[in-house]
Every structure is written in structure tokens, then in C-alpha cells.
């Protein structure tokens, strides 16, 4: 779930990188962060894998060790095991960390519509900010990183967070700027 945090030891697990799926999980940003993505006192926002309601050697075990702490220590995370398919249709069994609504940072859905939710989700995302940098930065690599490999991934709540704290990092940076010249008396009919 942290694209861009991987440390060697994690990266002794994978012997390979393949392009795949599991089955019976959507991608949802409803977990409170306040280590990597947030604070205590302004949590941001990391993905789960949501199980989908219409669907159902020593170093590597040092790193899973290490990789188990972060995610379910740190995260909240519980490790559960489902079948991984390739691009080619290849099985292969993995641990994947998810949420439960047991866990106190597990959000969930907030608001009824959708399209809502992910409104509220975005305004946490531009606010927040942990010690492995902004939860903006997060959902934006995050979506490049899956966009990157699938071009036609139609995961719509990802896409649709990724536009909206787009949107509001941009307005935010338009409402700097006017702050900016309205402070220093510059008017755009002098210029």
C-alpha cells in the first residue's frame, strides 16, 4: 500500500514483478493514517483492499516479520490470503493487508453517494501530512502507479479521488497566489 516506500528487505518477498489482479477486492481510501500519511492531529487517508461485495528462507521471513509489524502494527492491517492472477492467467497464492471495521483507523464509507465520500475523503488528503511525506503525493503516485501498468484499470474510486484532490490542490494554489498579490498591492491592470 506504500508504492513508494518499498526498502530492499520488502523487495526480497517479490522474485519478480508481474501485472495482475485479485478477485473479490476494490481498492477504497478508507483508512485513517497517522504515522506515514498524517498525524494525530490531522490523520490522512490510505487505500485498503475492500473485499467487493459482489465478489467474493530467514531473510524473507525477517522481511515478512518486518512488513507484518508495519502494516498491522503501525497500519491496523489484518494479513489475509487470496489467489493472485497474472496478465497471463497464471494462480499464485499471496498475503494481502487489509482493514476491518474492528481496527480505530478504519473509516469506511462516510457519506451515502459515492461521489460524496471521495469530496470528504479529498479535503483529508490536501490537509494531511506524515513523516513519509503528503497524502496528496500518496494518492497521486498511487494512481500513476496503477494507471502506468493498466491504462484501461476502471478503478473509478481511485481515478475520482486522484481528480478531485487535483482540484483542490490547484484552486488551493490559485487562492495562494491571489492571497500573495493582494498582500504585496500588486493589480493586474497595472501590469
Same mark, same amino acid.
Given at each position: 500500500?506504500?508504492?513508494?516506500?518499498?526498502?530492499?528487505?520488502?523487495?526480497?518477498?517479490?522474485?519478480?514483478?508481474?501485472?495482475?489482479?485479485?478477485?473479490?477486492?476494490?481498492?477504497?481510501?478508507?483508512q485513517?493514517?497517522?504515522?506515514?500519511?498524517?498525524? #494525530? #492531529?490531522?490523520?490522512?487517508?490510505?487505500?485498503?483492499?475492500?473485499?467487493?461485495e459482489?465478489?467474493?528462507a530467514?531473510?524473507?521471513?525477517?522481511?515478512?516479520?518486518?512488513?507484518?509489524?508495519? #502494516?498491522?502494527?503501525l497500519?491496523?492491517?489484518?494479513?489475509?490470503?487470496?489467489?493472485?492472477y497474472? #496478465?497471463y492467467g497464471?494462480?499464485?497464492?499471496?498475503?494481502?493487508?487489509?482493514?476491518?471495521?474492528?481496527?480505530?483507523l478504519?473509516?469506511?464509507?462516510?457519506?451515502?453517494?459515492?461521489?460524496d465520500?471521495?469530496?470528504?475523503?479529498?479535503?483529508?488528503?490536501?490537509?494531511?501530512?506524515?513523516?513519509?511525506?503528503?497524502?496528496?503525493?500518496?494518492?497521486?503516485?498511487?494512481?500513476?502507479?496503477?494507471?502506468?501498468?493498466?491504462?484501461?484499470?476502471?478503478?473509478?474510486?481511485?481515478?475520482?479521488?486522484e481528480?478531485?484532490?487535483?482540484?483542490?490542490?490547484?484552486?488551493?494554489?490559485?487562492?495562494?497566489?491571489?492571497?500573495?498579490?493582494?498582500?504585496?498591492?500588486?493589480?493586474?491592470?497595472?501590469?
Amino acid at each position: 500500500m506504500f508504492p513508494e516506500e518499498q526498502n530492499v528487505e520488502e523487495s526480497r518477498l517479490v522474485e519478480c514483478r508481474d501485472h495482475g489482479h485479485i478477485k473479490g477486492f476494490q481498492r477504497k481510501f478508507w483508512q485513517n493514517n497517522k504515522t506515514h500519511r498524517g498525524t #494525530e #492531529e490531522k490523520p490522512g487517508r490510505v487505500a485498503i483492499l475492500h473485499e467487493a461485495e459482489e465478489d467474493g528462507a530467514s531473510d524473507i521471513e525477517d522481511a515478512k516479520q518486518k512488513l507484518d509489524t508495519r #502494516e498491522t502494527v503501525l497500519g491496523g492491517y489484518v494479513s489475509i490470503q487470496t489467489t493472485f492472477y497474472d #496478465e497471463y492467467g497464471v494462480e499464485s497464492d499471496v498475503s494481502v493487508f487489509t482493514a476491518t471495521p474492528d481496527n480505530d483507523l478504519y473509516v469506511g464509507q462516510i457519506c451515502d453517494h459515492p461521489h460524496d465520500d471521495v469530496e470528504h475523503i479529498a479535503t483529508q488528503v490536501v490537509g494531511a501530512q506524515g513523516r513519509a511525506g503528503t497524502n496528496a503525493e500518496y494518492v497521486i503516485k498511487l494512481a500513476n502507479n496503477v494507471r502506468r501498468p493498466f491504462p484501461n484499470e476502471d478503478d473509478d474510486h481511485l481515478f475520482l479521488l486522484e481528480k478531485k484532490v487535483t482540484e483542490k490542490l490547484s484552486n488551493r494554489s490559485r487562492t495562494v497566489q491571489i492571497n500573495y498579490e493582494q498582500l504585496n498591492g500588486i493589480n493586474h491592470h497595472d501590469i
